[in-house]
């Protein structure tokens, strides 16, 4: 079983940055792709990047301007991180950390719409124009 506690979400103007953590209670962190995903009210959940135990990652075609996000993982502090710069109003969202058990910790495509076997409760990120 693997627990996932986000923090980092907050309000915030137009062009700012946020960084998100979650951190993970498991003895195999290094067995997970770690992703961030989000959904905004009315919208569906969708992934916004993912990070392999090797560090390998993969960013959401979906996300616009996506090269203002970085997603990282401390495989030592078993935590996973997104840095956020130059954030919009439409980057509001809850955002959900998910771990994939996948042994090896490789990463699929997010585009795939791999299945995530485990999930934080969410941090809120509400950015005003």
């Known amino acids: 079983q693997v627990q996932l506690v986000e923090s980092g979400g907050s309000s915030t103007q137009a062009g700012g940055s946020l960084r998100l953590a979650c951190t993970a209670s498991?003895?195999?962190?290094?067995?997970?792709?770690m992703s961030w995903f989000r959904q905004a009210p009315g919208k569906e959940r969708e992934g916004v990047a993912s990070v392999g135990s090797d560090g390998t990652r993969v960013y959401a075609d979906s996300v616009e301007d996506r090269d203002r996000f970085t997603i990282s993982r401390d495989n030592v502090k078993k935590a996973l991180y997104l840095q956020m710069n130059s954030l919009k109003p439409e980057d509001s969202a809850m955002y959900y950390c998910?771990?994939?058990?996948?042994?090896?910790?490789?990463?699929?495509?997010?585009?795939?719409?791999?299945?995530?076997?485990?999930w934080g409760q969410g941090t809120q990120v509400t950015v005003s124009s």
């Open positions: 498991t003895f195999g962190y290094r067995r997970l792709c």
């Open positions: 998910a771990a994939k058990d996948t042994v090896s910790g490789y990463c699929p495509a997010l585009s795939g719409r791999p299945h995530f076997d485990y």
